[in-house]
């Protein structure tokens, strides 16, 4: 049973950062691509950033690129997203999940088996 953690999440102004920080459990990590989503209030929970197992490719929504950067380390079992210029509608509830599908099936939410437990992100004006 795959176990992730999320924290970082907090309440910053407009303009700030945070880094998000997901830690895992579960020794095959390293073979798991990791995803951060999102949920905002009255909305669907839908993908932020994708990092592969290896490190090598990623993945950013349209609306935090050039903003949020995904990054992992296997051997700490740790995926990080460092999100800078944070604006209001960045507000959410961010969820780390971890899944061993394919790189091309990335964006099925349904094929991520592991979730964590969500951390809120609140960006006042």
């Not at 209030?41 to 950033?49: A, C, F, H, I, Q």
């Not at 903003?67 to 507000?91: G, H």
């Amino acid at each position: 049973q795959v176990q992730l953690v999320e924290t970082g999440g907090g309440l910053v102004q407009a303009g700030e950062s945070l880094t998000l920080t997901c830690a895992a459990s579960v020794r095959s990590f390293r073979t798991l691509n990791v995803a951060w989503f999102r949920q905002a209030p009255g909305k669907e929970r839908d993908v932020v950033s994708i990092i592969s197992w290896s490190g090598s490719m990623t993945h950013y929504v349209d609306s935090v690129k050039g903003r949020f950067t995904i990054s992992r380390d296997n051997a700490r079992r740790m995926v990080w997203l460092q999100m800078n210029d944070l604006k209001p509608d960045d507000t959410a509830v961010y969820y780390c999940a971890a899944s061993g599908s394919a790189w091309n099936d990335r964006l099925d939410s349904s094929l991520y088996n592991y979730w964590g437990q969500g951390t809120q992100v609140t960006v006042s004006v």
